[in-house]
């Protein structure tokens, strides 16, 4: 635990560590609410950093500027630009909460030597375990289920209200990475066929421990699933990857379901595949932007659930991501290499 | 839909024309890979109708004549109704029609001297029509009862076996859909999906607040009551998910079993509800198991913890579940069945935010109706046929 002195002018903290060693300084958003960094992350951040909010630093550029050598970047505050990068002279990495990267200007990072690092694995599990919630919530009709039952005008449930099934049904991954390779194990459990889409074949014993087959062709995955997750990141290559073409080569029957970005799917299209039953339904953690406007088509359709980014959003696993960015960050002010550094 | 692996739990063996029982094989991977039903032996319908007296007046007809004799032949069997509210849906009643000469409910009650001979069995739908002493006594040829569905709990099984007659359900059709609606019911608990749902759309929002959390699913400690072929399988699911499972159920499972699952038995109910992050019911319910979860059980799960219900409403004491989620003694419940269905609209359940309720759709999948019909009809036509019964309820 560090210990606090004040410093001859009164004016800040010096926080040491234990070898009496100044800590970093590191710049974050803000503290509590809606969108600061957790305060119950507080203490375990404080023993390794010292914290300084984007208010603190606004009143007092002059002395902070030169200080600060890591970002703490919790759910995509503070916003980074050039005119921050061109202040902050001793800046050496920027740690971003989750795995996406889209949000970010690399190059631009890059070109003032500042390092990367997100939360992969940190977010993995909890993201295959939402992107299997919304497979089963969709396609047992969960949330008309809910409102059925609790509605004050419900006097008997209808004998014939029925829903599909997931085991047994097949399941087409688009985007088989960390997250993609985890919902397949899920989906093999329920007996699903799995067909999978990725830049690259995985190796044969990977395959075969889901029982995934490949599709080099995303057309013949499109055209075989009764469910198709999208769990790609976002890339140029991705952006739109899902269009009016796409949602065609589906079956009428299936059911899209996207765990990876907003811009990944042509929503525009979406809203009229879902309108003329092109395809039978959609279930969304994420859209573009988040949140829709409230006067959104996609928010009026009876066929689509919509959850408000939640894919990572557990007390462990977000916990679990603030220790990967420490870590990511003290690594890299010791000269280290970076765990999760993302490279260009 | 399309399934990958289609598969009817009927296959016909038509033996010679004039035939009018069309006699079926019951198949179905569960039965082949998992053994026998405790009651019933899987019908070998080639290898009996040999011997079937049946065969014994076997003569020449013509095509035309024995499709008359056919429809005239096939046994009758009550339904509540086709269509409508509660009545059975229309392909399930086209399915039947293959087999048994259809009366419904409205028809029978309007010509009782002469239906009540025809009827031999019934088949029960979502628990209608209803079996009391008084209808069984108006149906002297009745040999079975077909309920659609493995919960019999509706029927008094003693009382129906007086009259000579059996009740058979269907085990396996239910399986696969109920287990997933269990692990449905847990994720969308454990991250608060229906909530989320609400917040994604609702007109005030202007934002996603970045702590609005849930719990975690994986690596949780998954606590199942109840280790039939429903639980088995959700084990199996939860196992994917890397949960740690915990089961309690009346006699244990084999080791192999067990470990092809990784599930610890828990001799004592306690011990599993003190360490279970979720716990679900997954027994049928009888006299043991009324209201098996009260206050007392409520009182030993974690504060943390969700309880989650597949199973039936009057396995919980209501009005003790009421008063744990009120009072935060466990964090949430999910159920799909309640006591009645559905819960009067002014029931305290229905004001908690922390539960969510389905209308009991367990087996709500168009694959599963299906499936509930043929291996319903399978067991009514065993019956009829003097066959090994593939799953019969007896009396206890």
């Not at chain 1, 009164?10 to 560590?17: K, W, Y």
């Not at chain 1, 899209?256 to 309108?275: K, P, Y």
């Not at chain 2, 999948?365 to 399978?378: D, L």
């Amino acid at each position: 635990m560090g210990h606090l002195r004040t410093c001859p002018s009164g004016f800040s903290l010096l926080l040491q560590d234990m070898e009496g060693q100044e800590l970093p300084y590191v710049l974050i958003d803000r503290i509590g609410g809606k969108h600061g960094v957790y305060e119950d992350h507080v203490e375990f951040l404080e023993k390794h950093f010292r914290l300084v909010t984007m208010k603190e630093y606004l009143e007092n550029k002059t002395f902070l500027s030169k200080k600060i050598t890591a970002i703490y970047m919790w759910y995509y505050k503070p916003v980074i630009n050039e005119e921050l990068l061109q202040s902050l002279p001793n800046l050496k990495i920027l740690a971003s909460s989750g795995v996406g990267i889209d949000h970010l200007d690399l190059n631009l990072l890059s070109s003032y030597s500042v390092k990367v690092s997100n939360t992969p694995f940190a977010v993995s599990t909890d993201t295959a375990d939402m992107g299997m919630a919304l497979m089963l919530a969709s396609s047992r009709r969960l949330v008309e289920g809910y409102q059925l039952a609790v509605s004050p005008d419900t006097e008997y449930f209808p004998a014939d209200w029925l829903g599909a099934e997931v085991s047994g049904a097949s399941l087409g991954i688009v985007g088989m990475g960390t997250i993609g390779y985890k919902v397949a194990e899920r989906a093999k459990a329920f007996e699903m066929k799995i067909l999978y889409h990725n830049r690259n074949q995985r190796k044969k014993e990977e395959e075969s421990a889901v029982g995934a087959i490949y599709c080099k062709k995303i057309d013949d995955l499109l055209q075989q699933s009764d469910f198709v997750l999208l769990s790609v990141n976002l890339t140029p290559q991705t952006r739109k990857l899902i269009g009016k073409r796409e949602l065609e080569l589906m079956k009428p029957t299936a059911t899209l379901i996207n765990i990876s970005r907003g811009l990944v799917v042509d929503q525009d299209a979406l809203v009229e595949a879902l309108q003329n039953r092109v395809i039978k339904a959609a279930a969304l953690d994420v859209t573009y932007p988040e949140p829709l406007p409230r006067d959104h088509p996609l928010l009026k359709l009876k066929n689509v659930i919509i959850t408000p980014h939640i894919g990572s959003a557990t007390k462990k696993t977000r916990r679990r991501m603030m220790e990967n960015m420490t870590e990511s960050i003290e690594a890299s002010l010791a000269g280290l290499p970076v765990p999760n550094e993302v490279l260009q | 839909m399309l399934r990958s692996k289609a598969f009817s739990l009927l296959k016909p063996i038509p033996l010679m024309s004039g035939q009018s029982n069309l006699a079926y094989k019951l198949t179905h991977p569960a039965i082949a890979s998992h053994g026998l039903h405790c009651h019933g032996r899987i019908a070998n319908y080639r290898q009996r109708c040999k011997t079937c007296p049946c065969n014994a007046g076997r003569r020449t007809i013509s095509a035309a004549q024995a499709k008359v004799m056919a429809e005239t032949e096939l046994p009758g069997i009550l339904i509540l109704d086709i269509g409508g509210t509660h009545g059975v849906l229309e392909n399930l009643a086209a399915l039947l029609k293959k087999h048994f000469h259809l009366i419904t409910m409205k028809e029978f009650l309007e010509h009782k001297k002469e239906m009540s001979k025809k009827i031999q069995s019934v088949f029960v739908f979502e628990g209608r029509p209803t079996i009391d002493r008084e209808l069984l006594e108006s149906l002297p040829n009745l040999k079975v009862i077909g309920n659609s569905g493995v919960g019999v709990d509706h029927l008094d099984v003693k009382m129906i076996s007086e009259f000579g007659v059996k009740v058979t359900n269907t085990p396996h059709a239910v399986a696969d859909s109920t287990a997933d609606i269990g692990m449905a019911l847990m994720l969308a608990s454990a991250r608060r999906l229906v909530e989320g749902c609400q917040v994604a759309v609702s007109p005030d929002t202007k934002c996603f607040a970045v702590d609005w959390l849930g719990v975690e699913v994986t690596r949780a400690t998954l606590g199942i009551i109840g280790m039939g072929s429903i639980g088995y399988k959700v084990a199996q699911r939860a196992r994917a998910f890397d949960m740690r499972i915990l089961y309690h159920n009346r006699h244990q499972r084999s080791q192999e079993e067990e470990e092809a699952v990784g599930a610890h038995y828990c001799e004592k109910m306690e011990d599993l509800l003190q360490q279970a992050d979720f716990v679900m019911l997954i027994v049928n319910l009888t006299p043991e198991t009324h209201k098996l979860i009260g206050k007392k059980e409520l009182g030993l799960m974690k504060p943390t913890a969700t309880l989650i219900n597949i199973s039936r409403g009057a396995v919980i004491d209501q009005d003790a579940l009421v008063e744990a989620l009120s009072n935060k003694v466990i964090r949430a419940a999910a159920l799909d069945v309640t006591y009645p269905e559905p819960l009067p609209r002014d029931h305290p359940l229905l004001k908690l935010n922390n539960i969510i309720i389905t209308p009991h759709i367990g087996t709500a999948t168009v694959q599963a109706i299906r499936m509930m019909a043929e291996e319903a009809i399978a067991n009514m036509l065993a019956v009829l046929n003097g066959q090994p019964i593939p799953s019969e309820v007896c009396p206890k």
